[in-house]
């Protein structure tokens, strides 16, 4: 941690300056500042002919509601800090979304590239016990997920393993979420943080005094876009844009360097060539313009960092173009960079709303789990024959025919996947609203990540005084 910017303390000082803009008593915002339980793990694994120790945290930032929430990261840049910060961003995110659980964050110091699929499921495996062995995993206690360098395939071996250890546990498919579909995930979960993304700055943007401000017509068609990092959230928020918001992507990065072309990039053939080649470097169409930070840099509407954290520091927070930022990845931007972006008039989507989405369906998967059902199938057929039935009503009564078409439509009940996503749009929506609402409320609100801490630390601190804790 020498020499670097603690990441924790960052996020303890956007709370501070927000709680000055509510009446929570002191000790209160201290006490939801803080991280309740830090778990620190050490085991070894097998490689060759000998051991190596592999470094682990799970970090509970808040228990003010349970279960606990939040990803696990494979990355070499996990350490205790890093774990604390994001858990306390899930804590901060899940309140502003109203999604009722405390927040929580796992991670593991591994370069998940540099091991085999078999030590990679070993490594999971042992530290699902570990979390077991020390109660820190249940679909009561806490209910880890997706993270940056996990995957369905990962929450597969979490739920086997824990199932292995509590065997008969009625609920315990609900003890993490991302899971494949076939393994009692949910549709839509995979792609949800990138569609909340894309309906969170739709929703920015379709406020024409707001984008009169940066200089900037409403609605998002048309705008130009840039993307740092393709994985599962750039990727999908870079697709989803492109296809359902008409959104020009002019510029990807990633770890091999930087791409441009100003007539718009289309993602998809991007993906594909990505995935034939192993790089972005060369697609058609596009120019080369430098290493995976170059992009950030470039003339655009929309950048979206959704790599890792620390991408947009004072070194080049000057130099930054892009008239909104959508921060996809959490902490993207560091706090002596955000204050430069802000003093120049950028808006800044935060991360613990905008990349709110993964946690909002996960809340929706949870919810199915635990119910041991797929929505929809117990008011499908009812809804239809009740809609069938009263269209039959309105054709006799008014004596014409409703056609073919709008009848399918208009008596079919929604899929699984429908469900999902108009249940995201809509929490994205109405979060937005509520962050807006309050810096209208409050004009001393410098921007939209004091205004979102304020909403999230009020509705934290009504939780604390309801339970009595606090006067
Ligand atoms: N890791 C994601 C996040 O940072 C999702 C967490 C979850 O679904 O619990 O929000």
């Given at each position: 941690?020498?020499?670097?910017?603690?990441?924790?303390?960052?996020?303890?000082?956007?709370?501070?300056?927000?709680?000055?803009?509510?009446?929570?008593?002191?000790?209160?915002?201290?006490?939801?500042?803080?991280?309740?339980?830090?778990?620190?793990?050490?085991?070894?694994?097998?490689?060759?002919?000998?051991?190596?120790?592999?470094?682990?945290?799970?970090?509970?930032?808040?228990?003010?509601?349970?279960?606990?929430?939040?990803?696990?990261?494979?990355?070499?840049?996990?350490?205790?800090d890093e774990v604390m910060a994001l858990a306390s961003l899930m804590t901060y995110k899940c309140a502003l979304v109203d999604v009722p659980f405390g927040g929580a964050k796992g991670g593991i110091r591994i370069n998940p590239n540099n091991y085999t699929t078999e030590q990679l499921q070993n490594i999971t495996r042992r530290y699902t016990t570990e979390l077991i062995k020390k109660n820190f995993i249940g679909p009561g206690i806490d209910v880890p997920a997706p993270d940056y360098g996990t995957g369905p395939r990962e929450m597969a071996w979490i739920l086997d393993t824990y199932q292995a250890f509590r065997h008969g546990e009625i609920d315990s498919i609900g003890c993490v979420t991302g899971k494949p579909v076939t393994q009692n995930g949910i549709r839509g979960r995979a792609e949800a943080t990138g569609r909340g993304v894309f309906y969170g700055i739709r929703e920015c943007m379709s406020h024409a005094e707001d984008m009169k401000k940066i200089g900037l017509t409403k609605g998002i068609a048309g705008k130009t876009m840039v993307v740092q990092g393709l994985g599962n959230v750039g990727s999908n928020t870079a697709l989803i844009s492109q296809s359902e918001g008409d959104v020009k992507i002019i510029g990807i990065a990633e770890r091999e360097g930087s791409i441009h072309d100003p007539n718009g990039i289309d993602v998809e053939k991007l993906l594909a060539f990505r995935k034939e080649t192993g790089s972005i470097i060369g697609f058609p169409g596009s120019q080369h313009i430098g290493g995976p930070s170059a992009a950030l840099e470039l003339e655009c509407d929309i950048l979206v960092p959704a790599a890792l954290e620390n991408q947009?520091?004072?070194?080049?927070?000057?130099?930054?173009?892009?008239?909104?930022?959508?921060?996809?990845?959490?902490?993207?931007?560091?706090?002596?960079?955000?204050?430069?972006?802000?003093?120049?008039?950028?808006?800044?989507?935060?991360?613990?709303?905008?990349?709110?989405?993964?946690?909002?369906?996960?809340?929706?998967?949870?919810?199915?789990?635990?119910?041991?059902?797929?929505?929809?199938?117990?008011?499908?057929?009812?809804?239809?024959?009740?809609?069938?039935?009263?269209?039959?009503?309105?054709?006799?009564?008014?004596?014409?025919?409703?056609?073919?078409?709008?009848?399918?439509?208009?008596?079919?009940?929604?899929?699984?996947?429908?469900?999902?996503?108009?249940?995201?749009?809509?929490?994205?929506?109405?979060?937005?609203?509520q962050i807006r609402e309050t810096m209208i409320q409050n004009p001393e609100i410098p921007d939209l990540r004091t205004a979102a801490f304020v909403c999230s630390l009020k509705k934290i601190a009504s939780d604390y005084i309801s339970m009595g804790i606090f006067p």
């Open positions: 941690m020498s020499g670097k910017i603690s990441f924790f303390k960052s996020v303890e000082h956007y709370v501070d300056q927000a709680a000055k803009y509510t009446d929570i008593p002191k000790g209160l915002v201290e006490q939801i500042r803080v991280c309740n339980l830090v778990l620190q793990i050490r085991f070894p694994i097998r490689v060759g002919n000998d051991y190596e120790v592999i470094e682990a945290y799970r970090v509970q930032h808040s228990h003010h509601r349970l279960p606990t929430k939040g990803g696990i990261r494979y990355a070499e840049s996990v350490d205790q947009i520091t004072i070194d080049n927070a000057e130099r930054i173009k892009a008239k909104i930022i959508a921060e996809a990845a959490n902490g993207p931007i560091t706090s002596d960079a955000d204050r430069i972006l802000v003093k120049k008039g950028v808006i800044i989507l935060p991360d613990f709303y905008i990349n709110a989405g993964g946690v909002t369906v996960s809340y929706f998967e949870w919810l199915k789990n635990l119910s041991h059902h797929r929505f929809g199938r117990l008011e499908n057929r009812f809804q239809h024959n009740a809609f069938e039935g009263i269209l039959n009503k309105v054709e006799e009564m008014t004596g014409k025919e409703v056609g073919q078409r709008d009848r399918d439509f208009l008596t079919r009940g929604g899929t699984e996947v429908e469900l999902v996503n108009s249940g995201l749009e809509d929490t994205m929506i109405t979060a937005y609203q």
